[in-house]
Each structure stands twice: as structure tokens, then as C-alpha cells.
């Protein structure tokens, strides 16, 4: 059983940083692929930032150069930092797993495993 689990959300003013977290309990052999996703009302579920399982970074174009994803060497914490806020980055943000490789690291389809989300609230 995989459960993930965030934390670090909040509100912040634009231009501001937050760090969020993911704790994820499961097999401690696997390797997985991780992911930050988000999503606001009405919208698809669209992906931020992965690591696949062998530790290769993707980011959406819209976060690039302002949002570093990151893991622990156990491959069992995952953290997104964010920098320079927009209100635009305003959403619940979730953490995502699964076994291995995924084919698209961007599409909510290829994670089995997600978090129950944490709210992210950027002010102009």
C-alpha cells in the first residue's frame, strides 16, 4: 500500500516562495516516479514538475526557472520549491506516484497514487 502525503501549502503575496512536501510510505525496495500536478476548478489536473525512476527532471514551461523539484537520497520525500509566486500558480497542488517508469510524465493517467492535495493561494 502506497499512501502519499503533502504538506507546505498556504498563502502567500505574489512574488513570495512556499515549499511543499511530499511524504510517501510504501515498498522501501521500489523505485518510483514522482510528480507535482495542480489543478484549479474547471480544469484539467495539469503536471508541474517530475522526477521518473531514474532521477531525470521535467518541468511545465510555466514554472521553469522558478520552481525546482527535489527528493531525498531514500527517494522518499519529494519537495517543490516555488519561487517568484504568481497569482496564475494559485491551485491545489498534488503529489503523484507509480512503479518504475511512466510513459508521460505530464499526464495524470500514468500515476496510480496520489495525495489528498494542499492548497496553494498567491495574492497580486
Known amino acids: 500500500q502506497v499512501q502519499l502525503v503533502e504538506s507546505g501549502g498556504g498563502s502567500v503575496q505574489s512574488g513570495g516562495s512556499l515549499r511543499l512536501s511530499c511524504v510517501l510510505s510504501?515498498?522501501?525496495?521500489?523505485?518510483?516516479?514522482m510528480a507535482w500536478f495542480r489543478q484549479v476548478p474547471g480544469k484539467e489536473r495539469e503536471g508541474v514538475a517530475a522526477f521518473d525512476s531514474d532521477f531525470n527532471i521535467n518541468y511545465a514551461d510555466s514554472v521553469k526557472g522558478r520552481f525546482t523539484i527535489s527528493q531525498d537520497s531514500a527517494q522518499r520525500t519529494l519537495y517543490l520549491q516555488m519561487n517568484s509566486l504568481k497569482p496564475e500558480d494559485t491551485a491545489m497542488y498534488y503529489c503523484?506516484?507509480?512503479?518504475?517508469?511512466?510513459?508521460?510524465?505530464?499526464?495524470?493517467?500514468?500515476?496510480?497514487?496520489w495525495g489528498q492535495g494542499t492548497q496553494v493561494t498567491v495574492s497580486s
Open positions: 503523484a506516484a507509480d512503479w518504475g517508469t511512466v510513459g508521460k510524465w505530464n499526464s495524470k493517467y500514468e500515476y496510480v497514487y
Open positions: 510504501g515498498d522501501p525496495y521500489a523505485r518510483y516516479s
